[in-house]
């Protein structure tokens, strides 16, 4: 008979059982879920702070103490209490990505200075609205968003995104890779690179960064590729003579199942040592996941246990679209209970109340028979999943709230 692992590969001091019961930032779950019902997505200030915290050590080690910044990546999760609450951290600015996305990290307190802007497919209207910022910094992705900053904002200082046509991701995972064998529409590849150098000089702009981001999620098993990634974008660097800047993009990832490996900062630290240590440029990193994900639960309230056939499910009244990741790009949100008993485990699939055959959360979890269970969590669920979400089917309906 197998039984409910109290040590589960997933507990930390943080969010663990104590008394038999699971508890989150120095709460019972159990007192989250009854007050503030379901669906509900609860943030933990304090794990986000202790995560941008590591990061900053990990710079500081790798010996980028004083050069280095640390951007956020509001696309994974825009939670105007969770902005103003990083913001008063003071350990990094934003990564936008739209132009609202600007107009909201203003409005939680950033000023633009604070915000490094890239994205692709700008239309005239979004540069016209970036271009009112002054202080912000635009990385361009393209000889046409060169041309498109250089008519309105000559004589400044941009940065290229570039594509290194090599990339990364957790587990070789291609939906998480941004740059590789596929030709992808982010940043300007090397045939183009000279182009896009002489097509900033013609409207003034001095090319003083370098920006690459190649893919997400990865953990310790993909360092080496991480390793040479880093080797392919410094061809780059070398053929600019005015960068004084290099932003890595995010991707730093977090375990999402038993046999992950959490990602080693140190060994993170040691490959920017050994690239950027010796060189004279400002590192920028603009992790998102690391920062927040696993600062974050998603309660869900049971609807139904059945056997169907073989298969034992387990329905909760919210679907992949306030959470897309695990329909979207196969990342699993382990299930969780609020409390432990003696209970023997069963193979259970847990689905969601959308109208679509990629509502399942999780296949064959090991859990209890959750008749008598009112509650069920979903652990991870603290980036790349509200701030993606979608009212398909009218049932977008989800709160969310930070616990300082």
């Known amino acids: 008979m197998v039984k409910l692992d109290p040590n589960a590969w997933w507990q930390r001091s943080d969010l663990c059982y104590q008394d038999n019961q699971l508890f989150f930032a120095g709460r019972t779950v159990k007192q989250l879920a ?16 202790a995560n941008l915290t ?36 003071g350990l990094c600015g934003i990564d936008a990505c739209s132009p609202n996305e600007v107009k909201h990290a203003v409005s939680c307190g950033f000023s633009p200075s604070d915000i490094s802007f890239t994205a692709t497919s700008l239309s005239k209207r979004d540069f016209a609205e970036l271009a009112r910022y002054d202080g912000l910094f635009m990385d361009c992705d393209s000889l046409y968003s060169i041309r498109s900053w250089g008519e309105l904002k000559p004589n400044t200082d941009i940065g290229i995104r ?30 183009q690179f000279d182009e896009a150098l002489a097509l900033a000089a013609q409207y003034g702009l001095r090319v ?35 960068v004084n800047r290099v932003n890595m993009g995010g991707g730093l990832g977090v375990p999402h199942l038993a046999d992950d490996p959490a990602l080693d900062l140190d060994q993170w630290s040691a490959i920017l040592n050994r690239h950027f240590a010796h060189r004279d440029l400002h590192v920028e990193v603009e992790p998102g996941d690391y920062i927040c994900k696993d600062a974050g639960l998603l309660i869900l309230g049971k609807t139904f246990v059945e056997l169907k056939r073989d298969t034992l499910f387990v329905g909760v009244d919210a679907g992949f679209n306030i959470a897309p990741e695990p329909a979207y790009y196969g990342l699993p949100f382990q299930p ?18 959308i109208n679509e055959a990629l509502d399942v959360w999780y296949e064959n979890a090991l859990l209890p028979d959750l008749t008598e269970h009112e509650y069920l969590v979903l652990i991870n669920a603290g980036a790349y999943s509200s701030s993606m979400a979608s009212n398909h089917c009218m049932r977008g309906e989800f709160s969310e709230f930070l616990l300082l």
């Open 34 to 49: 009854e007050r503030y019902g379901s669906p509900s997505f609860v943030y933990s200030a304090r794990r986000v702070e």
């Open 54 to 89: 590591r990061v900053r050590q990990a710079l500081d080690a790798a010996g980028l103490a004083g050069r280095s910044s640390i951007f956020y990546a509001m696309k994974a999760n825009r939670f105007a209490p969770l902005l103003q609450f990083i913001r008063q951290t």
């Open 162 to 191: 570039i594509n290194p046509a090599v990339g990364i991701g957790r587990a070789c995972n291609d939906k998480l890779q941004y740059t590789g064998c596929k030709t992808t529409k982010f940043g300007i590849f090397r045939e």
């Open 208 to 242: 003083t960064k370098i920006h690459f981001h190649t893919g997400c999620g990865y953990l310790t098993t993909e360092l080496n590729q991480l390793d040479h990634v880093i080797d392919e974008c410094m061809r780059f660097v070398d053929a600019a003579p005015d």
């Open 336 to 353: 969780v209970t609020l409390s432990v008993d003696d209970q023997p485990l069963a193979k259970t699939t847990v689905v969601g109340n």
